[in-house]
């Protein structure tokens, strides 16, 4: 092998390695820096923090959660929230946020890509809903 | 291949053998960066979380909350029968194994200097006790006291007593 052809196979390899590594640095930003990521998480540490404000009412309560959460999807169980971009079944990333209840206490139900989701609590049961319409 | 030639290719086998070294470093620190940046943006104070968490002890009556006979549930008002080790398991019980990587509490009242701890308290704290004034319904009357409650935040592993 010459040293022209030599010196061409490495500045390719050059080139390749430099692509490759600016792709992955672009696909790593991307993916973790997405606003979709940042909500679901604020939205799953406010849902977790409902719950426990929930628990704490000795009475029932229905309480709206601000925000457009038409994006995504949440489901709520006994022991954590979690968000779900989009349709849950097709996002690899869910965000989740634990909680401990007291005995006797459930929370259970999801919620799919609606605008408007309240947790509702009756008794000891704690339910995420779709807000009823005024 | 000319002397030079292997010595052109050795040399820049050992370059890309360092080079893969320092970008591997370096992609790692900013993968990173970026996870850190994402926690700074959406951190939430432990005191605030703590706060909401705490609130049970107090206004729940599943929990420690004064209720009458009628069914009025007494916020802020400790009924001291209820102030027991089982009935804290009830309000508030970590995994047995793991609870120690989420918060934890020691509740204490201290004109009675009586308190309770959760299941994997361990007196890990890192900032000032919450304080709720509240009343203690000793089955007779109210009495006025303070409810102080120690926080533990989440800890890596059961912290092991020295000397043993």
């Known amino acids: 092998m010459n040293k022209k052809a030599a010196s061409i196979i490495l500045m390719l390899f050059e080139v390749i390695v430099v692509i490759v590594v600016v792709g992955i640095a672009l696909t790593v930003a991307t993916r973790l820096g997405k606003p979709e990521t940042i909500n679901k998480i604020t939205a799953a540490e406010d849902l977790a923090m409902m719950v426990n404000t929930l628990v704490a009412l000795p009475g029932d309560a229905l309480v709206e959660y601000p925000r457009n959460m038409s994006l995504y999807s949440l489901v709520l169980t006994s022991q954590k929230v979690t968000i779900y971009e989009g349709d849950q079944t097709k996002d690899r990333d869910p965000v989740s946020r634990p909680f401990i209840l007291p005995q006797g206490y459930t929370a259970t139900k999801f919620v799919k890509q609606k605008a408007s989701v309240c947790l509702q609590k009756e008794g000891k049961t704690i339910v995420i809903v779709e807000c009823p319409k005024p | ?164």
């Open chain 2, 1 to 164: 291949m000319s002397d030079n030639d292997v010595f052109e290719v050795g040399r820049k086998t050992i370059y890309w053998m360092i080079a893969s070294f320092i970008i591997g470093v370096l992609m790692i620190a900013f993968v990173i960066f970026i996870v850190g940046y994402q926690g700074k943006l959406t951190a939430v104070p432990g005191e605030l979380k703590t706060g909401f968490i705490t609130l049970r002890f107090v206004t729940n009556p599943d929990c420690f909350a004064y209720q009458d006979a009628t069914g009025r549930t007494f916020p802020y008002t400790i009924d001291l029968s209820k102030f027991t080790k089982e009935r804290m398991n009830l309000c508030y019980l970590t995994d047995p194994e793991k609870g120690y990587n989420t918060f934890n509490f020691k509740l204490t009242l201290h004109g009675r200097d009586m308190s309770l701890a959760t299941n994997n308290f361990f007196n890990v704290v890192y900032y000032s006790p919450l304080g709720y004034a509240v009343l203690i319904w000793d089955g007779e009357k109210f009495i006025r006291d303070d409810l102080l409650i120690e926080v533990q935040e989440s800890i890596s592993s059961i912290p092991t007593m020295k000397g043993s």
